[in-house]
């Protein structure tokens, strides 16, 4: 089980906006603004979209923005494209001797 | 452009060790801003943090693996290793090697990673 809470999946249709949450708690989430998104297209390495809750990498596009409130961080996808179809995994700064804490991953399908 | 290639068998034998070696190119690995780190995912699972190691040689592990883990560096070689005992097939997974912020945590970026399955 993991240390944060992602859905299984969630589906959008091209254009449309969706929207992918991670929850944690006061030791992680909540208390600290280091929360990460990693994109995982099948067989490829996860690859980093935000940093630091909002912050996107070089290269990145403005499509995807996160966000975050109380003990969930979420990201959201904008005009949902094909290529945007992957599994997207949260990570967090954790207090606990664990480290750094992951999400289960959420697969986006795109309609 | 920083490249981080993972090596080593991909099949091992249950209740032996597992060893996988990370070649860094295109960065130092002795920065003192950066942590360098194990993540494996078994097949359809999540990501799971498995320990990470400072340019010092200062470890950190997942309490969880932390009595089967060890994680070393040869910074003359930029490269670092990970030795995980006594495995089981619950140890298969595609294991990754990625660079790590240290004030953050985040990874950033990964090697291609390498599926090691265990089994007789």
Known sequence: QS???QPASVSGS?????????TGTSSDVGDYNYVSWYQQHPGKAPKLMIYEVSNRPSGVSKRFSGSKSGNTA??????LQAEDEADYHCSSYTSSSTFVVFGG??????? | Q???????????MPSETLS???????DSISSSTYYWGWIRQPPGKGLEWIGSIYYSGS???????KSRVTISLDTSKSQFSLRLTSVTATDTAVYYCARQVTWERKFDPWGQGTLVTVSS
């Not at chain 2, 920083?2 to 091992?12: A, D, F, Y």
């Not at chain 2, 996988?20 to 295109?26: N, P």
């Open chain 2, 59 to 65: 470890t950190y592990y997942n309490p969880s693996l």
């Open chain 2, 20 to 26: 996988l070696t990370c070649t860094v190119s295109g």
């Open chain 1, 105 to 111: 991953g959420t697969k986006v399908t795109v309609l």
């Open chain 2, 2 to 12: 920083l490249q981080l290639q993972e090596s080593g068998p991909g099949l091992v």
């Open chain 1, 74 to 79: 979420s990201l959201t996808i904008s005009g």
């Open chain 1, 14 to 22: 091209p254009g449309q906006s969706i929207t992918i949450s991670c």
């Open chain 1, 3 to 5: 240390a944060l809470t």
